[in-house]
């Protein structure tokens, strides 16, 4: 939603404000939002540590003088994206908060982010002008009916179940990931369909 929000053909026309209409200054983006939580989502999500880094990129380009908060309980960028998170940390406008949040309050015109520092125990404030949550990923094959049997795991996730199988889950569907783990992931299905058929 942010994503669109920022874009040029967007609601605002890639202005970024509150709700309220007001323009944004002061932005938190807060990780694991009901995620990594075994009273809803128990599981990470995997790319949404690097969204809410890119996200963080895109308002420090629109807006060089924002002021930009990240809450975190650990960061999560595997790969080449540690190399792009190394970078956002030495960005002084970008600053990381080791934190879960407790709540999100409206405060005057602006809204105030409590979170528990995990390495103190000491809680922090901040007050912003938007808060963006990192949701977790779900399955939609969790709440909508499939056009043939599936197994599902207890998180809603399709389970191949065996080599015989004439479906493939991929990406998403699977687990939760990224463009390039979907990529790997449709390629080698489309490899096991076309080894299925040339032995039919």
């Known amino acids: 939603m942010f994503e669109r929000l920022s874009a040029p053909n967007g609601p605002t026309g890639g202005k970024l404000e509150a709700p309220s209409g007001k323009e944004v200054k002061r932005i938190a983006f807060v990780q694991c ?51 792009f998170y190394q970078d956002r940390q030495e960005d002084e406008k970008i600053n990381l908060h080791r934190g879960k949040v407790a709540k999100v309050e409206t405060v005057g015109d602006g809204l105030q982010v409590t979170a528990e520092n995990t390495l103190t125990g000491d809680l922090e404030q901040v007050t912003v002008d938007l808060v963006v949550l990192a949701t977790g990923m779900q399955p939609t094959a969790a709440v909508e009916k499939l056009p043939f049997n599936a197994n599902l795991d207890e998180n809603g996730f399709f389970i191949q179940d065996d080599e015989a199988s004439a479906h493939y889950g991929v990406g998403t569907a699977v687990r939760p990931s990224g463009v390039a783990e979907t990529l790997q992931d449709a390629t080698g299905a489309a490899i096991k369909a076309l080894q299925m058929a040339r032995r039919s």
Do not use: W
């Not at 809803?40 to 809410?52: D, I, K």
């Not at 060089?64 to 990240?70: K, L, N, S, T, V």
């Open 33 to 83: 939002a009901g995620s990594r939580d075994e009273n809803h989502l128990p599981f990470c999500s995997g790319v949404c540590c690097a969204a809410s880094l890119k996200q963080a990129t895109y308002v420090r380009d629109k807006l060089p003088e924002a002021d930009i908060h990240m809450f975190y309980i650990d960061v999560r960028t595997p790969g080449r994206l540690e190399d």
